[in-house]
């Protein structure tokens, strides 16, 4: 059987573009003891990818060139030598940015017994999802009445803390998110977050906004961006306050360092806490996360979005618009 | 009787010189219930009051401009109209800057007794040696086994946490401090700890510096300087680092923001914390300090230095010394 997938073969520099990714297609070895055949349906894109195609080891290992890119994936199992699954079932796997995947069963799980559509375990019952939850109450905290501020908050990640800060803040907290366009800022207004737009801002102006939005100042910043929405943040912080960095993709593609930010002294003044996370860490609290937020997402009460982009030889494109702020929402490629 | 004190007419903009401060002299009023009066014996002069000079409030109220600095001193009780002091007590209190200080007695302790000259209350025993304690205990969460990296490491307080970095690594970790002559490297190397200059080096090179010391990098770091320091140290975390941020002194005199290190991502990358803390926050661990570090200091286990300047009249020159890094250990005035 054939899979088709996509490689790279050499590290890129700054933004990549298309011309970066290889579709190649490969027979697939006979299935061996213990080994399951998967066809995806559904395939993941995300930010933190761009740090794998380095080559260079950070929080996770970089891809290798010239083999399948991997990213998280669901799909139905076509084929199985591993007793725990069967033909039919349908499993999530970090085989991604392929078609057909075979993956030893250890690395494939099946998918939990909510009634949501599957890819929801891509974005909000998923990784981002996951991310969210323990970025809010594990490293940030956060406490009912917490003034709580996110930044990319319409994004895969920022629109679940948004909608968990708003159920957790009861006592009269609030939850500010920054975004770029007027869809995304309207529809943040209609979860009743106050939003605050970035666009054509810099840091000094966009401080001065944050600070109309919220005059109290913030206990606890969901850091997904970095650069000017970070020295904005840090200009409004109450003493004590809590940053949970979860990505700055305003830096992955930068070609050399950028300057920080001018006023980091503020985390002195604020007696802040700033602690940076990576969600595979926690990943034993996962089934914490569903209990708590599977039933919310079952019943509607989560609203979250979905920008999908059809067939495998788009993964790169919606990979990309990572980038441009293009997706609403968690991105997906549907195969 | 008459007072003779410092004050500021002006908020100074950038490093201030010494036509900032003007040395008064006034009659004090007559003693009032629940007051005491106090002949200092030693002032204190520390960074933190350079913050206390701009004119807003940070973590501590500004100076009040025209009426006499504040800050730590020790002395001898002269006259007390309060049950708790009588005349020849010595004490500590927050009315520096001046050579006889009259206050309401609820502001003044006695000095603890402990067999140390009194004037290590304002440094190993005192607010100094108590941010080091609480910084690397409270805040960076030393174990035993941690390597740690201090800036200003032959300073009041990095001398200290260097110190008792040592007494409390007992698995094998590495203490590293940052300093800049060579007599302060040459007497952070007999205390056991690898020493590093900063002198003539860019973030880069005292990166490369810190690496050949401490090859698996850093557990915690104590923050006392910013600037270059910090992004050389960011660049040498351990997965999990914890920072403790307790001076920026690198930025107190600024005239406009100067940019942060470029490589704030590393926070997230190491899965960081970074966490700013003011002592008097946490004056209430005061005894537990005192118990655990006094009879070390008693039985001359710390090896705490100061540099001494003697007359009122000098203390704005001792005071602006700290920021030239021409002091080693604790800078005091000597009346």
């Known amino acids: 059987m054939q899979s088709r997938f996509f490689t790279i073969q050499n590290h890129p ?5 298309q011309n970066l990714f290889n579709l190649e297609t490969a027979a697939l070895p006979e299935l061996g003891d213990g080994e399951v055949r998967v066809r995806n349906t559904w395939l993941s894109v995300d930010p933190y990818m761009r740090g794998r195609m380095d080559g260079v080891t950070t929080y996770i290992e970089p891809f290798t060139l010239g083999s ?17 699954f069967a033909e039919g079932d349908r499993v999530r796997h970090m085989g991604g940015w392929r078609d057909v995947a075979q ?3 250890d690395q494939v799980e099946a998918l939990p017994a909510i009634d949501v559509p599957e890819q929801a375990y891509l974005g909000v019952l998923g990784m981002p999802g996951m991310t969210a939850w323990t970025g809010l109450n594990t490293i940030a905290g956060m406490q009912a009445g917490d003034n709580v ?25 609030k939850v500010v998110g920054i975004a770029g366009s007027q869809a995304k800022l309207d529809w943040l ?5 106050t939003a605050v737009s970035y666009r054509n801002k810099d840091a000094q102006q966009l401080s001065k906004d944050l600070k109309v939005a919220c005059p109290d100042g913030f206990d606890v910043y969901y850091e997904n961006v970095g650069g000017d929405c970070l020295e904005a943040a840090l200009n409004n912080l109450r003493v004590g306050a809590r940053i949970a960095v979860c990505g700055m993709i305003a830096r992955y593609n930068d070609d050399c360092p950028v300057a920080g930010p001018g006023n980091l002294a503020m985390i002195l003044i604020r007696r802040a806490r700033m602690q940076g996370f990576i969600v595979f860490d926690h990943w034993d609290q996962y089934p914490s996360f569903l209990n708590e937020v599977g039933p919310l997402v079952a019943r509607g009460e989560i609203d979250y979005r979905e920008t999908v982009e059809d067939g495998l030889e788009k993964t790169p494109e919606a990979f990309l618009k990572l980038f441009e702020g293009a997706n609403q929402g968690k991105m997906l490629v549907r195969l």
């Open 68 to 84: 399948p890119l991997e990213g998280a994936a669901v799909g139905e199992v076509i084929a199985s030598r591993d007793s725990r």
């Open 189 to 193: 207004e209609s979860l009743g977050v």
């Open 13 to 17: 520099q700054g933004l990549p573009d």
């Open 149 to 173: 501020l996110v930044s990319a908050a319409s994004g895969a990640v920022g629109s679940l803390v948004v909608q968990l800060a708003k159920a957790k803040g009861v006592k009269g907290g």
């Open 103 to 105: 993956l030893v069963a």
